[in-house]
């Protein structure tokens, strides 16, 4: 941090005048790589049970295509900065490998999204400018870097409040969402794996299938709902059977298959 304080300082005052214009975001970026190393920086907010959107992203389309769209278009549900987003008293600095489930590094999300995004390692900020919505400006490094360790961190946690603090301040008064909030609050993975199933699981098993497709085992799942490691396996033999499935890769497939037609 003490080699990168001035060119940090040019960057970010840089960012600090473009507040508000549509070249704020790609100032912000400067500013990052000025104090760490990194790939991909992302932009994007979420609001309830909308669909995220794309505020800003510094890929080429062929990867965009992936890493952005494909995301948006209904993976996003099980990306640990989702569920971040969408809970209020998330804010600041979240890196993927603290949130992940036991077992998301062996799922079939991680496999199939992050194998294609050749994404190693995620580092976000949670920023909050109004209301329940949230943005996250998400930073990456590729299969071939390290991943972000705990100096990267101790920078990135050191930035933090000038950063969010700035996004916050460009958004400000951006429609990031309906901002409905009337009614029973909507869980949009079980809402999507009811339909997708067509009402043929239970509650527990939608739920259960929820973590499942999250990357959790069913120990980690036991402990979630408080209820026996036995239980969670008969719960997804159940699943397995009225899906008529034999595995995870197949729940996964029908997943993104239903995600496909909507």
Known sequence: MTTGF????????AAIQEVGTPDFP????????A???????????????EKPVCLYHNIDPVRAAVVITAYANGPYLLDPFYRAATDLKAIGVRQLRRMAPDQFYS???FRRHYGLTKIRDEVGIVCRPAGSAAIVISFTRPMESP????????IIHDAEPVIRLLVERNWSHARLGSGETEGEPVDPMNATLNRMTGGVLT????????????????????????????????HRKNIHQKLRISS???LFSMFIFHLSKQ
């Open 26 to 33: 790609q100032r912000i970026e400067e500013a990052l790589k």
């Open 6 to 13: 001035a060119p940090w300082n040019r960057k970010i005052a």
């Open 147 to 154: 991943a972000f360790g705990r100096r990267d961190l101790k």
């Open 203 to 234: 509650p527990r098993e939608i739920e259960i299938t929820s973590l499942i497709l999250r990357g959790h085992s069913s120990a980690a799942i036991a402990d979630a709902l408080n209820i026996a490691e036995g239980t969670v396996k008969n």
């Open 35 to 49: 104090i760490i190393d990194l790939d991909i920086v992302m932009i994007f907010a979420y609001s309830g049970t």
């Open 107 to 109: 799922s079939e999300y």
């Open 248 to 250: 995870q890769s197949e």
